[in-house]
């Protein structure tokens, strides 16, 4: 496996892994979780991030094959990594660890001195992954999905 920068080719893989994330995690309905994947990875909208210098998405790819993906911003010397999103049959396998500690090295290449992340509540997967990748939550707040608030857990480390 190897990370690399995601290109505009990736798109449909990266949507795909998103869905298919969304609908094995059942935080949400599935109508939701393909509301919400249409909605925050319209293909322009993800397009224009993985071609801006300010937005991070790198993908994990096995044998040119993308499995894995992260979405991350920089803010000052905060990194945040959005989403970080491995194909469900892939979990467990060492993907996610080594996709976000790459990600946190690039974002550590721009500046950042903390890397924050964020997860549904609900979702003690994504919970448990973060922690034991050396995260504690800092906060909790509330995104808005399909027009609903979901409470959010925000975790935190160091570069």
Same mark, same amino acid.
């Given at each position: 496996?190897?990370?690399?920068?995601?290109?505009?080719?990736?798109?449909?893989?990266?949507?795909?892994?998103?869905?298919?994330?969304?609908?094995?995690?059942?935080?949400?309905?599935?109508?939701?979780?393909?509301?919400?994947?249409?909605?925050?990875?319209?293909?322009?909208?993800? *397009?224009?991030?993985?071609?801006?210098?300010?937005?991070?998405? &790198?993908?994990?790819?096995?044998?040119?094959?993308?499995?894995?993906?992260?979405?991350?911003?920089?803010? *000052?010397?905060?990194?945040?990594?959005?989403?970080?999103?491995?194909?469900?049959?892939?979990?467990?396998?060492?993907?996610?660890?080594? &996709?976000?500690?790459?990600?946190?090295?690039?974002?550590?290449?721009? *500046?950042?001195?903390?890397?924050?992340?964020?997860?549904?509540?609900?979702?003690?997967?994504?919970?448990?992954?973060?922690?034991?990748?050396?995260?504690?939550?800092?906060?909790? *707040?509330?995104?808005?999905?399909?027009?609903?608030?979901?409470?959010?857990?925000?975790?935190?480390?160091?570069?």
């Amino acid at each position: 496996m190897h990370v690399r920068p995601a290109t505009l080719t990736d798109i449909p893989a990266l949507r795909r892994i998103a869905r298919e994330s969304w609908e094995r995690d059942e935080a949400l309905t599935r109508e939701t979780a393909t509301e919400t994947v249409e909605e925050w990875y319209d293909e322009s909208k993800l *397009g224009a991030d993985v071609e801006s210098g300010d937005m991070l998405v &790198l993908v994990a790819a096995m044998r040119d094959a993308v499995i894995g993906f992260s979405h991350a911003v920089v803010h *000052g010397d905060t990194g945040t990594v959005l989403r970080l999103y491995v194909e469900p049959d892939r979990r467990r396998t060492g993907v996610g660890s080594q &996709l976000l500690e790459a990600t946190c090295e690039e974002l550590a290449a721009r *500046g950042v001195e903390r890397v924050q992340a964020m997860t549904l509540a609900a979702n003690e997967p994504g919970a448990t992954f973060y922690r034991a990748n050396g995260f504690e939550r800092a906060s909790r *707040g509330e995104t808005i999905i399909g027009g609903e608030p979901y409470p959010e857990d925000v975790y935190a480390r160091p570069v």
